[in-house]
């Protein structure tokens, strides 16, 4: 039972890593080299995601500790986020945090309120963007 134990205790130590990172970082990159963008939506959206989570479990760690399930809770919610069956990343990106963007107008949004940064003639907050950082660059230099 002992040997069952702590084979038990170092898969639950590695799964978290795999979860959250390496599994991830393989997708990111078969991503990147696929001809499609719904697999980018899904792994921006997570790294975004991610991100978010490390930050805010980052300041609330004093709290968090006192939780001893709270890294069975992550490593359920990553898992979702993660497993391609379910898209969690991409879900709560397009159910939540592009509700925020929309409502607080900071999106790339067309006449109607959808965003088009996903589609080839929503270049316009791109080249924005670009014209914005070289005009601050070219300043720099000056």
Known sequence: MGRLWTLATHLHSIAGPVT????PLYAS???I?????????????????YSFLTLTEMLLQPILQ??????DVKLVFVAWL?????RGAAY??????????RKHGR??????????????????PKNKFVRFIAT???????
């Open 66 to 71: 006192w939780i001893p399930i709270w890294h």
């Open 107 to 124: 999106g790339g949004g067309g006449e109607n309120g959808h965003s088009t940064s996903h589609h080839h003639h929503g270049q316009a």
């Open 29 to 31: 990159v078969i991503a």
């Open 92 to 101: 709560i990106y397009e159910k939540f945090v592009r509700e925020q963007i």
């Open 33 to 49: 080299e696929s001809t499609t963008k719904v697999d980018d939506e899904q792994w921006l959206a997570y790294w975004i995601l």
């Open 136 to 142: 601050n660059k070219g300043g720099q230099e000056a």
């Open 20 to 23: 959250m990172l390496l599994y």
């Open 82 to 86: 993660v497993l391609p069956q379910f």
